[in-house]
């Protein structure tokens, strides 16, 4: 995967997977692929509960609000799986930089990506781009999607256009039902 200077399709990645969690391996290859990982990955026993377990320790760096607990969570992270960069040319994507080592399982290179590829976003685009949507903040609400702030003002607040209109009808009727 080329991780671009921002991360972005890391993130995305971390966010479509613990957002919509696909319930075998092939369904988490699937992501990958769709996300621009274009490697084929060493199968192994537990791969799938692995990823679900990269997933939560991730979820635990968006839930983070302050950004030097943020930060901790994810350097303790990259100091777990991520490796010193490397140049690597494969499947066609052209020399690239790879923060892992060579033949990974499927967990141990979406960890790498997925934690130094938020580490870039979070540090080029801002320490706050990353939560859940704010459609949950209100008592009752069941949304409780993650959130990627890749926007140029860096205001998404929601994560999708039925959960901002859900939030406007409310504080519509808010204003006026006295
Ligand atoms: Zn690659
Ligand atoms: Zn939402």
Same mark, same amino acid.
């Given at each position: ?75 303790? +992270? ?25 033949? +990974? ?20 685009? !801002?320490?706050?781009?990353? !939560? ?7 008592? !009752? ?14 205001? +998404? ?8 209109? #859900?939030?406007?009808?409310? #504080?519509? #009727?808010? #204003?006026?039902? !006295?």
């Amino acid at each position: 995967m080329h991780l671009n200077p921002y991360g972005e399709y890391a993130v995305l990645l971390a966010a479509s997977l613990a957002n919509d969690f696909p319930s075998d391996r092939p369904g988490i290859i699937a992501r990958a692929r769709e996300l621009g990982m274009t490697m084929d990955f060493t199968p192994a026993d537990g791969d799938h509960a692995g990823v679900r377990q990269i997933v939560d320790d991730w979820l635990a760096v968006v839930d983070a609000k302050d950004p030097l607990e943020r930060a901790t969570l994810l350097n303790a +992270q990259m100091a777990a799986e991520a490796a010193y960069p490397r140049m690597v040319d494969h499947d066609g994507e052209g020399w690239h930089l790879h923060y892992r080592d060579d033949n +990974q399982t499927l967990p141990h290179a979406l960890r790498a990506v997925i934690s130094v590829g938020t580490a870039l976003h979070l540090t080029t685009r !801002g320490m706050g781009r990353l !939560g859940r949507c704010a459609a949950g903040d209100t008592p !009752g609400d069941p949304c409780a999607a993650v959130v990627v702030d890749v926007t140029r003002n860096g205001r +998404q607040e929601y994560c999708s256009v039925r959960c901002a209109n #859900r939030a406007a009808v409310r #504080r519509h #009727r808010a #204003r006026y039902s !006295g």
